[in-house]
């Protein structure tokens, strides 16, 4: 029972370089986020999808794309990498909870990127 | 604005020495809180939720409990294998989540 998996797990790029990040879940969930760690200010969104081909931007959108063409992937591009990307990114799903709103968030381990 | 506060930012106990880790939250409607462990180098690791005011809930050393303001993640006779990052996050309405930074909370043995 994998849950939610990330890939890869550490990348470092070059300034203005571009990379996809990709995380898949076996749980058939609808609603899948992607969230950025930095120390000290907590998980922050970047966007999220309420089901397949459908996407909605965050707290801190800029600088990213996603994708969601199937029901249990969700990409997250980076066109132009820059130094302020360097962070711990978090995939999530979670499904609706009848009568109580979302389920818990399921987390995949993250993918540590290093920008320089 | 939906804000969520932690505190403190880290807390040393020793083994066996019980403590709490507090909660604030100001949102426009809560739909849930929800309280999440965090080891280093993995992802959160969901603990509790919990949905409206005097709700509490327990496992093992763990109880957490809901006020109109805050919640509190009360650690009973803790042992070195509770060292971890807790976080706590609301749902205030759609399907957002808004976390905390959390607490470092170290246990010696």
């Known amino acids: 029972n994998a849950g939610v998996t990330q890939t890869p797990k550490f990348r470092v790029l070059k300034t203005g370089q571009s990379m996809t990040l990709l995380c898949a879940q076996d749980m058939n969930h609808e609603y899948m986020y992607w969230y950025r760690q930095d120390p000290g200010m907590g998980l922050r969104l970047i966007h999220y999808?309420?089901?397949?081909?459908?996407?909605a931007k965050g707290e801190v959108p800029d600088g990213y794309n996603v994708s969601r063409l199937k029901k249990q992937n969700f990409l997250l591009g980076l066109e132009s990498a820059a130094p302020s990307q360097t962070s711990v990114y978090f995939c999530a799903s979670s499904y609706l909870a009848r009568d109580r709103g979302n389920s818990p968030l399921h987390f995949g381990n993250g993918t540590r990127l290093t920008v320089t | 604005e939906d804000q969520v506060t932690q505190s403190p930012e880290a807390l040393r106990l020793q083994e066996g020495e019980s403590s709490s880790l507090n909660c604030s939250y100001t949102v426009s409607g809560l739909r849930g809180l929800f309280w999440y462990r965090q080891d280093p180098g993995k992802g959160p690791e969901f603990l509790f939720t919990l949905y409206s005011a005097g709700e509490e809930k327990e496992k093992e050393r763990l109880k957490a409990t809901l006020t109109k303001k805050e919640s509190f993640l009360h650690i009973t006779a803790p042992k070195p294998e509770d060292s971890a990052t807790y976080l706590c996050a609301v749902q205030p309405g759609g399907q957002n989540f808004v976390f905390g930074p959390g607490t470092r909370l170290s246990v010696l043995p």
């Open positions: 999808s309420v089901g397949e081909g459908t996407t």
